[in-house]
């Protein structure tokens, strides 16, 4: 998730990636979700870059199968502008010493495997992960994935609230750590699933008991 906060209105458009988020009944079944999220120096990915990336894989009850989380370094520093400090914390010291952007994608992309790519407001995540593999001359077909904003705002057809993560943890009480950390938001984001799968069935439960009722 971007580390700004109007991130969630970014329309970063990502290639070789389905355009909507799967629905609750799509992910029911689903055995693993990959919970991914970014920081980045800034809202574009066309001109900004991934400085943290992070992956926590887990089951549909939440529980942890394995994890990913490093500081990234751009494979050509003189191409890149550091930004955004004040709000992730991370210093040019931190990226300097980080991993290199082409192994880390090569982990997140090892751990991701067989598991469903998860994020919150994922489509932002996404424009950042093509982004840099365009740099890198590679690509990553992604065609199915589960956005947690959209989930959300399926729950709230009136629009009652914010679908913001600071807002939705607080709202299902998910202990976060620290804001804008790649891997607090990522095990945060992966809570925040399933709170809201729980949610979705329960309705679905009490929709199939009114149902019955009638």
Same mark, same amino acid.
């Given at each position: ?95 300097? @010493?980080?991993?290199?952007?082409? %192994?880390?994608?090569?982990?997140? #992309?090892?751990? !991701? +495997? =067989? *598991?469903?790519?998860? /994020? ?69 984001? @992966?809570?925040?699933?399933?709170? %809201?799968?729980?949610?979705?069935? #329960?309705?679905? !439960? +009490? =929709? *199939?008991?009114?149902? /019955?009722?009638?």
């Amino acid at each position: 998730m971007s580390q700004l906060p109007s991130s969630e209105s970014s329309c970063a458009q990502p290639t070789q990636t389905a355009q909507s988020s799967l629905a609750f009944a799509d992910i029911f079944t689903t055995k693993l979700f990959a919970v991914i999220d970014f920081e980045t120096t800034g809202l574009n990915p066309a001109a900004d870059r991934i400085l943290q990336m992070a992956a926590v894989v887990v089951d549909i009850t939440g529980h942890v199968v394995d994890s990913f989380d490093t500081i990234v370094k751009p494979e050509q520093p003189s191409e890149y502008t550091h930004g955004a400090e004040h709000v992730h914390g991370i210093s040019t010291d931190d990226v300097d @010493a980080g991993m290199p952007l082409g %192994l880390a994608m090569r982990r997140l #992309q090892d751990i !991701s +495997q =067989s *598991a469903l790519f998860t /994020a919150h407001n994922a489509r932002f995540d996404l424009g950042f992960l093509h982004a840099e593999l365009a740099r890198l001359g590679q690509s990553w077909i992604i065609d199915q994935y589960v956005d947690t904003l959209f989930l959300s705002r399926s729950l709230d057809p009136n629009k009652e609230h914010p679908h913001t993560l600071t807002h939705l943890i607080d709202k299902y009480g998910i202990r976060r750590d620290t804001a804008h950390n790649a891997l607090a938001d990522a095990q945060a984001t @992966a809570q925040l699933l399933v709170a %809201l799968v729980a949610q979705a069935r #329960q309705q679905q !439960s +009490q =929709s *199939a008991s009114s149902d /019955a009722s009638e």
